[in-house]
Structures are given as structure tokens and as C-alpha cells.
């Protein structure tokens, strides 16, 4: 059985990513929340095939949550070969080990694996089965690989929907270019050479002239250990500035040239 929505089918973008092939689901809701998670990383290529409760579903929509791009394309199939009929590479996902010789991946090395097929022009799907008993020995053996999560073993249970965003998370992550870490600089931006030198001198002169820096000879070591400190600190000119009326707050009420009494 084709979609149910040729019209709309066809105006739909194509998806970028993987197939997401839902065997037998139950409930609604699982189609649903399964339809955000595949949106939250860009895919929208949903086929479900013999849906417990028919199709469509209005609380499979309600649980999209507004990821109606995938629920408005869903393709519906009477049979598992139909649905990955046109896919040159398969995975099934399964919660347990079967009787059959098949590559089994972690879900990092499955993305890897399906960016290869796309990469090759090729085209790849993910198959799940259903919410209770998972897929059947007849659905896995349409797949090329296996895929098993490496969850507690004493406690191996993983709903559709997240099964689903981990697998498409992996999809996602397998070429994302977002920078492991990073600062939002807002209206500074990093200090620069100059600005710290000024207020390691500030600091310094004003220590000095307070009897900080003692004795003589581990002044230098003293003074290294600060600027080191700063230095990791990695202030922005804001801060820089901050710093320097922090000091001049803290010694104003003594003249310039002289300390506290001993």
C-alpha cells in the first residue's frame, strides 16, 4: 500500500537523511513523538508499516508537536520489504542478540556506515519494530547490519521515540561542524596582550606598594604565579577593565606613592 498522500508527498522537501521504518507500531502517540525526534536532527522520511491503530492518527499529530513536515509524508506500507524496497542499505535496531550472521554496530558506527551509502549515492534506513516485542527474525533478515545500544545490561529498555532521537542524534553528530566548545563574547571580546600587561603592571605596582611582594627574592616567582593565574582565566577586555577599578578602588584612599603604615 503506497502513501496515503501522493500530492503532498511529492511537495514535501526530500529528506536529507535516513529512512525511519516503524514495524507494527501501537500507539499513536510513539508515531508521534517519534515524528519530533527525527525533525529535531533533520529527518523527515517517516514509514510505518501495519500501524496497530490505523492511519492517520490524530495523536500521533498531537504528540509531534509541530513536526507536521513528517506526519503530513508518512508513507504506509502492508509489508516491511515494501518499505525498504527502494533503500540500498538497511539497519535494523535490536535490544538483544539473534540467530544470525550480521555486523552488529553501536549506534555511532551505524551513522558512520549510512553517511557511507549516502556518500556512495546511495540511500539508508533504519528499521524498528514494535514498542513490545521488537522486530521479528523475517524483518531483521532484510537488513544488512544489526544495531544494539550499549545500555545497562540489568536494565535494557528503550522506548520508540528514543530510540529514535539517539539514532538520528548519531545521524546528525556524524557531520555536524559545531565547535566543541565556545564563548559568546556579547559586547566584549577577548583581552589582547596590551590590555593585560597594563593591568599585570597595575596590579603589580600597586602590590608593590603595599608590601605584597616580599622578600626581594621571590618577587619574580610571585609575579609569575599571578600573571599565570590570569592568564588561564582568559578575560575579556570587560573584564580586564573591571579588574583594573577593582584595584584602584581597593588602594584610592592612600596617595599615590605611599603605602599603609607598618
Known amino acids: 500500500m503506497a502513501g496515503t498522500d501522493r500530492t503532498k508527498n511529492e511537495l514535501a522537501a526530500p529528506s536529507p537523511g535516513p529512512a525511519v521504518v516503524l514495524v507494527a507500531p501501537q500507539l499513536g502517540e510513539n508515531i508521534g513523538t517519534t515524528a519530533r525526534a527525527m525533525l529535531n536532527f533533520g529527518l523527515t522520511d517517516l514509514r ?5 491503530d490505523g492511519w492517520p492518527n490524530e495523536r500521533a499529530r498531537a504528540a509531534a508537536s509541530g513536526a507536521d ?8 506500507f502492508d509489508r516491511t520489504a515494501d518499505a525498504v524496497a527502494g533503500l540500498d542499505y538497511v539497519i535494523a535496531t535490536t535490544a538483544r542478540a539473534r540467530d544470525m550472521v550480521k555486523p552488529i554496530l553501536t549506534p555511532e558506527t551505524a551513522a558512520a556506515r549510512m553517511r557511507e551509502a549516502f556518500a556512495g549515492g546511495g540511500r539508508a534506513g533504519l528499521l524498528f519494530g514494535p ?3 521488537g522486530l521479528e527474525n523475517d524483518d531483521l ?3 544488512d547490519a544489526l544495531m544494539m545500544v550499549p545500555v545497562n545490561p540489568a536494565f535494557a529498555s528503550l522506548n520508540l521515540a528514543q530510540c529514535v532521537l539517539l539514532m538520528s542524534y548519531e545521524w546528525h553528530k556524524a557531520a555536524d561542524t559545531t565547535e566543541a566548545e565556545r564563548i559568546e563574547y556579547q559586547q566584549t571580546r577577548p583581552a589582547n596582550k596590551e590590555e593585560l600587561l597594563g593591568f599585570f603592571e597595575h596590579l603589580e605596582g ?10 626581594p627574592e621571590k618577587r619574580p616567582s610571585m609575579i609569575r604565579n599571578l600573571r599565570n593565574m590570569f592568564q588561564r582565566a582568559g578575560l575579556t577586555e570587560q573584564e ?3 579588574l583594573r577599578g577593582v584595584v584602584a578602588a581597593l588602594t584610592r584612599r592612600y596617595p599615590k606613592g605611599e603605602g599603609p603604615a607598618d
Not at 69 to 76: A, C, E, G, M, P
Not at 206 to 215: A, S, T, Y
Request: avoid cysteine; glycine fraction near 4%; charge should be positive.
Open 48 to 52: 510505518i508499516v501495519r500501524p496497530r
Open 69 to 76: 513536515i513528517v506526519i503530513d509524508n508518512v508513507q504506509l
Open 131 to 133: 514498542e513490545r516485542t
Open 141 to 143: 533478515a532484510l537488513a
Open 206 to 215: 600597586e602590590l608593590d606598594r603595599f608590601g605584597f611582594l616580599k622578600p
Open 240 to 242: 580586564v577593565r573591571t
